[in-house]
């Protein structure tokens, strides 16, 4: 094959345009966040080897943009060498997150630990029957004297200060805890209504989080195929393909500063941090590969 011939194929142009760049494949893979493998495929055009044929437009694209290409021209230019477009199934990568500590905080408590706590009034409760119960027996069997109408007056008495002293400790415990978790959710209610997330000036691709949680909760959702990556202080956290009404939850590490989100296609997708939407396309942007980064205080 000459060489016109070889730069007439879509691999060979990339290739080339990488080239005059001075740009590695592993330097295009930091950049583009495509992995080396799919970089290659695309350059020996193994089309095959990529997730899907939606992968295909949306990674050459990207590609071309990164080496200085147009790559909405470049895609209309040799779509007859690219599959066409169409719909398919995706699995959703779901993985198990770490509850928060107010999610565990919330969790009812099982059988046996309710049984546990409850074990001193029941023992109380038992105690003070078998001496009403010994008390009545001994009253039926002598029906005599004063002196025994005494003692068992003494003995209810007795039993009755224990029974109401144990009542108003009880009582005085589940005050104080029902008043540590009022107080417990009302901080963690007003430092939900504090938090804000706004963009660094004009930009549309820049934001800051303020006044969020400890460990922050993001909610990725999509309305369409659409392929996610969050990195957190420039290590991948999660990359993934959410289907047509799927989610993923990430829970961000407590020492994240800055986060950097890339949408495969951000008009399909959705976002919320710890509950609060997170409007990262105000611009309604048809870009199918959208770069946000997101700094948190």
Sequence with gaps: MSENEEKSTIGARLKAARTAKGLTIDDLQQITKIQKRYLIAIEDEQFDKLPGDFYVRAFVKQYADTVDLDGDALLKEYSDQLPATHAETYVQNVDDTQPTRAATRERPSSPTSRVRNYLPTIIITAIVVLILLFIWFMAVRTHTGSSSATSASSSSTQVSSSKQTSSAASSKKAASSSAAKASSKKAADKKKTNQTIKADGTSDTAYTLTNGAKKNKVVLKATGAAWTSVTTNGTQT????????????????????????QFGNAKATSATINGKKFDFNPKNSTSQVRTITLTIK
């Design 238 to 261: 999660w990359q993934g393909t959410l289907t047509a009404n799927g989610s993923h939850t990430v829970t961000l590490p407590s020492n994240a500063t800055t986060v950097k989100f």
